[in-house]
């Protein structure tokens, strides 16, 4: 469970005793990304470089918004992992969401021009330099296909219940995750939001609790206001 890779790569650059590290998602777009990064990081800022400059080019929000629903529509037909990062870039507030179709539909951010491609190079570079100097190995498989070492650190970054009808619309086994965390051969952190139900994954009540509060993003974009919400992350040691 990629999630948004904050954590992957946070580990990556202040964790230095760790041997091999494993990412994993069952979404191949994500998982296409990482290697592309790792791979050819100048032809992913190239691309998007183009795209940019391309949307940039046109006159108004109008013809902008145009452009970028085409795009949506290419991406939805071919599912290429280069063009979703691109429209991850400019589309409203960098949100991914997904209709009862399984089809990416976050409308264009009107009034901004996406994040610059300056920064995007930076960017990618660092995150190329991360994954190229390590021992990282990239999979798309589901967590539960993974061959765990004895004592690993396995963090997890699951759809949060909460938000799966309202975003993403796809099934999610909690049941197989709830058996999953009574492992005790490994150590287990996971991240969910406030408001998780507890009879969904009752073992996090063996876990120790971690809130983490701060200005949840997703909350801002769905009801216009700030409010302080927790972050939650349990963890088995």
Not at 4 to 30: A, H, K, T, W
């Amino acid at each position: 469970m990629v999630g948004g890779g904050s954590m992957f790569f946070y580990v990556l650059e202040n964790i230095q005793d760790i041997q091999d590290y494993y990412i994993s998602d069952r979404n191949p777009i994500p998982i296409k990304l990482l290697q592309n990064l790792k791979e050819s990081p100048n032809t992913l800022s190239k691309i998007y470089t183009e795209f940019w400059n391309t949307i940039n080019s046109l006159p108004d929000d109008e013809d902008k918004e145009g452009f970028y629903k085409r795009m949506k529509d290419e991406f939805n037909k071919t599912n290429d992992p280069d063009l979703f990062y691109c429209l991850n870039k400019v589309c409203y507030n960098g949100m991914i969401r997904y209709s009862k179709d399984g089809l990416f539909n976050t409308p264009f951010h009107k009034g901004r021009t996406g994040c610059l491609p300056k920064k995007v190079i930076q960017k990618n570079t660092q995150l190329h330099n991360l994954i190229s100097t390590k021992n990282v190995i990239i999979q798309n498989s589901s967590y539960l296909d993974i061959d765990y070492k004895e004592n690993s650190l396995v963090y997890l970054d699951p759809p949060y219940p909460s938000l799966i009808k309202e975003f993403y619309h796809w099934d999610f086994d909690f049941v197989l995750l709830n058996k999953f965390l009574k492992r005790t051969d490994i150590k287990i952190a996971i991240s969910m939001g406030q408001n998780y139900d507890e009879k969904l994954l009752p073992q996090l009540n063996q876990f120790k609790k971690i809130i983490l509060s701060g200005y949840n993003s997703s909350h801002r974009r769905l009801n216009n206001e700030n409010k302080v919400v927790n972050e939650l992350l349990f963890i088995n040691y």
